[in-house]
């Protein structure tokens, strides 16, 4: 995949494609195929600061955590964006979604791993 704008974090998708932060504040969708399927600030009408660790769940929602806000965010495939965590965070990083519901998030500045259900 070329043309992205600093690549940061990436995480698959279950339909197979894939999902990619980047360094200039944004989020993009892949399909398998590997072509664009779309922009999540564009999509949504979301601004991020500074976009980190990227995730997938169950239901196909894409989770973003914020660097520079310091906020998980979560993309439902249809309606508005949600936040999930708005405090309890310094420097969120990589995530990841457990298969029994609960989201993990690697803070830096705390150097730890936060669990929330």
């Known amino acids: 995949v070329l043309n992205l704008q600093g690549p940061r974090y990436v995480s698959p998708v279950p339909s197979g494609g894939f999902v990619v ?4 504040g944004d989020v993009k969708v892949f399909m398998s195929s590997c072509k664009l399927l779309c922009s999540l ?7 991020f600061g500074n976009p ?4 997938v769940d169950t239901d ?4 973003v955590a914020d660097e520079q806000r310091r906020t998980v965010h979560l993309f439902p495939e249809h309606g508005a964006p949600i936040c999930l ?5 310094r420097r969120p990083a990589g995530m990841a979604c457990s298969s029994s519901g609960h989201l993990l998030v690697a803070d830096t500045e705390e150097n730890c791993v936060k669990v929330f259900k």
Not at 21 to 24: D, M, Y
Not at 85 to 89: A, E, F, K, P, R
């Open 41 to 47: 600030s564009s999509k949504y009408g979301h601004q």
């Open 60 to 63: 196909g929602s894409i989770l």
């Open 21 to 24: 932060s980047e360094e200039c």
């Open 85 to 89: 965590v708005s405090t309890g965070l």
């Open 52 to 55: 980190a660790g990227v995730c």
